[in-house]
């Protein structure tokens, strides 16, 4: 599969744990994206990466959590001290810079937090 | 800010009948729109952008930016659309996509 790839697939944790999560985009896009879904809502705008560089934050990125893409290739998301309201799908998307497709956001199948 | 209202959360067509689900926007500059679709047990996927002016899978959605508007259409509605449909904004200059709340059509058979 050479789609975007998410791991792991589904998240149960306890209130107050720390989980993180990958997201390995489409090999040549060098923008990786995490969005959050919640039930009956579409998905909302986390944060961005383009290569390594984090160029933008959403309000809803508090400080328990933090993104990162070292090697500008996987990307992973850690949400600490884990609250309720963090249950959610969250999606990475990747795309390229450059090109005809270009701002053509190709998303994994999501993370699945559960927060008990 | 930019907003994407999609007012039906629910859209039930017979097959065969003609399927338009709404899409309004508010954006003061100009604006990329995109329609996604996410069919069950897959993930979310692009059906078709403004810019493309294309028609895939028979659905086709023009942009008016007098009614700030992009509803898809398509003329007769096929079981295989069944699915949930979001429209998506993207500002200028910028990356990140907005979503609206989605709508879940579904084709009588």
């Known amino acids: 599969d050479t789609g975007v790839s998410q791991d792991p697939r589904h998240k149960i944790t306890k209130r107050g744990q720390n989980v993180t999560f990958r997201c390995d985009p489409i090999s040549e896009h060098n923008r990786l994206y995490w969005y959050r879904q919640t039930l009956g809502q579409g998905p909302e705008f986390l944060t961005y990466f383009q290569n390594e560089a984090q160029l933008e934050k959403s309000r809803l990125l508090s400080d328990r959590f933090s993104a990162e893409r070292p090697k500008g290739s996987f990307s992973t998301l850690e949400i600490q001290r884990t609250e309720q309201g963090d249950s959610a799908m969250y999606l990475c998307?990747?795309?390229?810079?450059?090109?005809?497709?270009?701002?053509?956001?190709?998303f994994g199948a999501g993370t699945r937090l559960s927060v008990l | 800010a930019q907003r994407v209202t999609q007012p039906e959360k629910l859209l039930s067509v017979f097959k065969g009948a003609p399927v338009e689900l709404k899409c309004n926007y508010s954006?003061?500059?100009?604006?990329?729109l995109f329609w996604y679709v996410q069919y069950s047990r897959q993930r979310l996927q692009l059906l078709l952008r403004?810019?493309s002016r294309e028609s895939i899978k028979g659905f086709t959605a023009d942009l008016n930016k007098g009614e700030t508007s992009f509803h898809l259409k398509k003329p007769f509605a096929q079981e295989e659309d069944s699915a949930m449909y979001y429209c998506a904004l993207r500002a200028f200059g910028n990356e990140k996509l907005t979503f609206g709340t989605g709508t879940r059509l579904t084709i009588i058979p």
């Open positions: 998307a990747s795309s390229l810079e450059k090109g005809l497709a270009k701002n053509i956001q190709y």
């Open positions: 954006y003061s500059g100009s604006p990329e």
């Open positions: 403004h810019i």
